[in-house]
């Protein structure tokens, strides 16, 4: 073979290796791009999902679209049919309409506590169409029962007090002056009673109305409050009354066993920081004393915690955020909810992916869920022997599982599985007690009582008005947590605070007996 032919021939050969890496490296790119479409898709699915979708992390019925809200999901008679078999077009199905009967005696109960003003209607110069004779009564009968609203009202209550001599003192040019005792206002100087102050905090802490609109609402009842003077009540009355009470429900917070927590995001106008964050702290489910406490971070850094927890060697319910694990003294609890709701996340969008990994996922954590869920009334010695013998190998099969999935899945699932497993010790701690539960909704649903109120109020336009936010929602859900009335509770603490004496506070917490019996 010629020298030029063996040259021709090597350089085809170069060039086919060359073509083959550029191919195996388009492949690669492909695959890359491949990869990359499929991570977007699933990002716009979700967040398709989270804009459009069921707000309910329930598994829906295979043929509803994920992002399609099921048009009978607010009927509690409503169920899907179960598919036993294919029907031709030609059956017909003959349904037996379900009449629902009504209580009886229901509308009477929940008029029962109501005062009752009779309303007696008469025939003036009844007589008879007969004979023309006057008629008597023979008897009476209630027609209908309705419920009148009577709006609310202002008075100006003007305290007098009044002054005693002594006539005898007189005679000899002494004089002698008594004066009748008034109870104290809660802020002195002040036009506003108890009742006012108490009223405010109701529509801004539990029907969420911030302070500009309350001002409109005092104007329309021809009064004039400034949206300043409300604010600055709350701030005073926080300071003087509630804070005090505040750290008595801290103290006996942390002798609890059970503890849970969790924060969120809260603006405050005149920090430095770009985000301030307001924490919650929880007593546990089966805790005798209920206490909730927000308090105004800061910051998010584990130090909030330290200083809040210092000294608190029990159990700690909360979510995978980095810094409850740097607590070294306290036993972590992971909640399971988020494990589910990492999976929930993940679920394909295609109809009939029934038998998805993350599908699986949600109903292996559903049927733990109902499995504990089976174990709530029972004692706290009974419940722990039950979770070792139900709840634990359904857990430790739910985790082995984890395990022998593919490690390298990228996109939600892949976050799921990697979440899931570095939760799983936490999550196994909750089998240590029976008085442990295995999510941290309890905490959850208590800050969303803060993240409504956020969505009105916006924002703290002060760290003091933050501070004084945390200690009014403190005792308002410790008080709803109790079986009280949060308005009366409030009423009653600005009555009595400003003028006990030598009184210990205990005496106004939630739980003590004359709250109760007052504040119900």
């Not at 996340?345 to 998805?356: F, H, I, M, V, Y």
């Amino acid at each position: 073979m010629s020298k030029s032919l063996e040259k021709q021939l090597e350089k085809a050969l170069q060039q086919n290796e060359l073509m083959a890496q550029n191919l195996t490296e388009l492949t690669q790119q492909l695959k890359h791009v491949n990869e990359e479409l499929a991570l977007q898709r699933e990002q716009n699915q979700y967040l398709l999902q989270q804009l459009f979708g069921r707000k309910k992390e329930t598994l829906s019925p295979e043929k509803i679209h994920p992002n399609q809200t099921d048009l009978f999901e607010d009927d509690p008679s409503f169920s899907w049919p179960e598919q036993t078999g294919s029907q031709s077009e030609e059956e017909t199905i003959e349904e037996t309409p379900v009449r629902r009967h009504k209580k009886k005696g229901h509308q009477k109960e929940k008029l029962a506590h109501l005062p009752v003003v009779e309303h007696l209607y008469r025939e003036e110069n009844c007589t008879c169409p007969q004979c023309a004779s006057a008629m008597k009564e023979m008897g009476k009968e209630v027609v209908r029962e309705e419920v009148v609203y009577i709006p609310a009202r202002l008075e100006n209550h003007r305290h007098i007090r009044l002054s005693y001599s002594c006539p005898s003192c007189e005679k000899y040019g002494e004089t002698s002056i008594i004066k009748a005792e008034v109870p104290k206002s809660p802020l002195s100087g002040s036009f506003a009673s108890a009742s006012l102050i108490a009223e405010t905090i109701y529509q801004k802490f539990q029907q969420k109305v911030p302070t500009y609109r309350q001002e409109a609402h005092w104007t329309m009842m021809n009064f004039d409050i400034k949206r300043t003077n409300i604010s600055n009540w709350h701030k005073k009355t926080s300071e003087y009354y509630f804070e005090p009470l505040v750290q008595l429900l801290k103290k006996a917070l942390l002798e609890e066993e059970v503890l849970h927590a969790d924060e969120t995001t809260f603006n405050v106008l005149d920090s430095h920081r770009t985000k301030d964050y307001v924490w919650l702290f929880s007593s546990g489910r089966y805790a005798e004393k209920k206490i909730h406490i927000y308090k105004h971070g800061p910051s998010r850094g584990s130090e909030v915690l330290e200083n809040f927890l210092a000294g608190y060697k029990r159990y700690l319910h909360s979510d995978g955020y980095s810094s409850y694990g740097k607590l070294t003294d306290v036993t972590s609890i992971g909640c399971f909810a988020h494990v589910r709701r990492k999976f929930y996340d993940a679920l394909p969008a295609e109809e009939g992916e029934k038998k998805s990994t993350s599908r699986l996922a949600v109903e292996k954590c559903d049927a733990i869920f109902q499995e504990e869920k089976k174990l709530a009334d029972l004692t706290v010695e009974e419940r722990q022997l039950k979770r070792w013998e139900f709840v634990q190998p359904k857990l430790e099969e739910f985790f082995g599982w984890l395990r022998t999935l593919n490690p390298m899945i990228k996109g939600k699932i892949g976050t799921a599985i990697s979440y899931a497993l570095k939760q799983e010790v936490k999550v196994l701690n909750f089998l240590r007690d029976g008085r442990l539960v295995l999510s941290n909704n309890l905490a959850e649903r208590g800050i969303k009582s803060l993240v409504m109120g956020r969505k009105n109020w916006l924002f703290a336009a002060t760290t003091e008005g933050a501070h004084a936010n945390a200690a009014i929602l403190s005792l308002q859900e410790t008080a709803k947590a109790n079986g009280l009335n949060p308005q009366k509770y409030f009423d009653y603490l600005l009555t009595h605070l400003p003028n006990q004496k030598n009184t210990l506070l205990e005496v106004y917490l939630p739980w003590a007996p004359k709250v109760q019996i007052n504040c119900h």
